[in-house]
């Protein structure tokens, strides 16, 4: 199932308006790349640990933040304790 951040986690106010990260499951989150030539984008993280899929960087999550990417490595990161 795919959910967008604020069926993720409705008590956390801070996923009331994202409108273009969405989480794969309950583990996998996803920030889609959406302007031409960018080289990373701005995201929120839900609360948690997270593990950024490329470079294996944990985040502590509950915050926004930058994530370098481009069109084709978009930012994508596993919950801690997942089992993929």
Not at 4 to 28: A, K, N, P
Not at 58 to 66: F, I, S, T
């Amino acid at each position: 199932i795919i959910k967008s951040l604020v069926l993720y986690d409705q008590e956390d106010i801070h996923t009331h308006y994202r409108s273009d990260e969405f989480v794969y499951g309950d583990h996998i989150l996803v920030c889609p790349i959406i302007e031409p030539n960018a080289k990373g984008r701005r995201m929120y993280v839900p609360r948690g640990k997270w593990y950024n899929m490329w470079t294996d960087d944990v985040v502590e999550g509950g915050k926004e933040m930058w994530v370098d990417a481009d069109i084709d490595t978009i930012p994508v990161f596993i919950k801690e304790g997942a089992v993929i």
